[in-house]
């Protein structure tokens, strides 16, 4: 159940599921790792599951969004001489970071490299929801099929209508573009921080439409998320997963938005009251979802499988075979870079010199997010 690699290596890095590539062991065990890859037929490990794996030493720990990362795991890695502990994931609502800074074990996570491809996947939710494209794919493989007709799967037109943004940062910012590019959409976004270059673009792209005798888009930020929620035909949440963000699209909020509008969550599941949403939907057939993440992941609240507005999907937003191999590549430096004392990346959105195959990687780790509070230092590559 634990496949090891290079077994005299001076350093133990467990990694609690196998990774996709081949990069992130061989930058490993070439920096004289003994790597050991938790291969149990068990999705969601345990804390207990982990502390075995931990053991009595182990220099770094390579982890997943689905475990439980506070005090008992962090005592338990610190305890084995562990230094270094690094999601696979850009979030970490999974890991208690001020347990993790009572321990001093650095925290590393995978940014920037996840970007497009969740956007993507954000898009491809929209899309689907908007053009009804997985209900129409059941019912051809159901042999229902049998003429065209003018009423048949009737969705909604995207160009010209409105997408909504709510949390502008990479991810909501790519979408955002993709969008406004893809589609012609015109944009209203909800941040807290004004998305400067996400505005030059549009302005931008309007002009070239004007200039070609289009219809050009425009662009607005909201001055609340309620106003996003209130104009917007599509709307996608980007915000990360705390205390401020829980059940941030709720009952009254769901109550705002137009009947026909959809909702994309590519974030993390809690940002939206579930069961408010199905009993939403319930009473709005015309309303419709694309979800990548859930409430209680990996169940869905009662009655959501059943609705033919809702497109659900595996939490798969960061499933392409580039950033997945990436993200791997990211958690490995980072857990390797705490080990071998090298100092923090400084700027964790410019991660590409990581992810160059035909180079050696910067002798960093490319992004540790409590390195502040450790006092680590930065690097001035
Ligand atoms: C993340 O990285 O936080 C995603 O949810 C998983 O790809």
């Not at 068990?42 to 794996?53: G, P, Q, R, Y």
């Not at 408010?276 to 990996?298: I, S």
Request: proline letters at 5%; charged letters at 20%.
């Amino acid at each position: 159940m634990v496949q090891v690699w290079n077994p005299n290596g001076k350093y133990r890095v467990v990694s609690t599921k196998p990774m996709p590539g081949t990069r992130w062991i061989n930058l490993l065990i070439e920096q004289d790792c003994r790597v050991e890859i938790c291969t149990r037929q068990k999705t969601i490990l345990s804390v207990e599951d982990i502390i075995a794996l931990i053991g009595d030493k182990c220099d770094g720990v390579i982890g997943q969004l689905t475990e439980d990362w506070g005090e008992t795991l962090f005592s338990a890695l610190s305890r084995a001489g562990g230094k270094a502990f690094s999601n696979m994931a850009v979030g970490y609502n999974n890991v208690d970071v001020k347990a993790a800074n009572k321990y001093g074990v650095a925290v590393g996570n995978t940014p920037g490299v996840l970007t497009e491809t969740t956007a993507e996947l954000a898009a491809s939710l929209s899309l689907s929801a908007a053009r009804r494209i997985v209900e129409a794919d059941e019912f051809m493989r159901a042999g229902l099929y049998d003429g065209w007709l003018p009423n048949l799967f009737v969705g909604n037109l995207l160009k010209g209508q409105t997408v909504g943004v709510i949390g502008a940062g990479r991810i909501g910012s790519a979408y955002a573009r993709m969008m406004v590019e893809g589609f012609k959409m015109n944009l209203i976004y909800y941040d807290l921080y004004q998305a400067t270059r996400l505005e030059k673009f549009v302005t931008a792209y309007a002009e070239f439409l004007k200039a070609n005798g289009e219809q050009p888009v425009t662009w607005k930020r909201a001055a609340s998320m309620d106003e996003v929620l209130r104009e917007a035909d599509v709307i996608s949440l980007h915000p990360i997963l705390d205390k401020t963000t829980y059940h941030l699209v709720n009952k009254e909020r769901l109550a705002i938005m137009k009947k026909e509008a959809i909702l994309v969550n590519c974030s993390r599941g809690p940002v939206i009251d579930e069961v408010a949403l199905v009993e939403h939907l319930k009473q709005n057939p015309m309303f419709r979802v694309g979800l990548d993440v859930f409430e209680d992941e990996p169940y869905m609240k009662p009655g959501l499988a059943d609705l033919k507005n809702a497109v659900v999907v595996p939490h798969i937003a960061s499933a392409s075979k580039w950033t997945r191999e990436g993200m791997a590549t990211l958690a490995a430096l980072n857990v390797l870079g705490k080990i071998k004392g090298y100092p923090v990346w400084s700027d964790p959105n410019r991660i590409e010199p990581f992810l160059n195959e035909n180079v050696p990687p910067p002798a960093a780790s490319p992004s540790i997010v409590n390195s502040k509070a450790l006092g680590l230092p930065v690097s001035k590559l």
